[in-house]
């Protein structure tokens, strides 16, 4: 198995465990974050009606994966859950480590009034 497979394999592992305990109800939906190497996406979801709530991401935003870019899709995921009404969420980092752009994009989230 080649390092990238097995890189995958483990993420994809880390997030079933994570995903068993992290529900998104419509009280307090589930914020989740996937990055890319070009880029970072961010979405708040309603598990409960299979819904999605609001997104964004970086190619919306018009910069590449690094961390001003995570810091700025932070903001917007913010500014979009105030104005559809969403103050709580339950974070999940959907198997990836808890630093870097993800630790930046969960920060600036919360700078911008989202409680995580």
Do not use: C
Request: proline share 2%; net charge positive.
């Amino acid at each position: 198995m080649d390092k990238f497979k097995l890189k995958t394999v483990r993420r994809k592992r880390r997030k079933t465990g994570i995903r068993k305990r992290v529900i998104g109800t419509p009280q307090r939906p589930r914020l989740t974050v996937f990055r890319s190497l070009n880029h970072m996406y961010a979405q708040i979801i309603d598990d409960l009606d299979g819904k999605t709530l609001v997104s964004a991401s970086t190619v919306k935003v018009g910069k590449g994966g690094n961390i001003a870019a995570a810091v700025e899709v932070g903001k917007q995921i913010a500014k979009q859950a105030k104005d559809a009404g969403i103050n709580q969420v339950s974070f999940d980092r959907n198997g990836f480590r808890y630093h870097g752009r993800v630790k930046a994009l969960a920060d600036a989230a919360r700078e911008g009034g989202l409680g995580l």
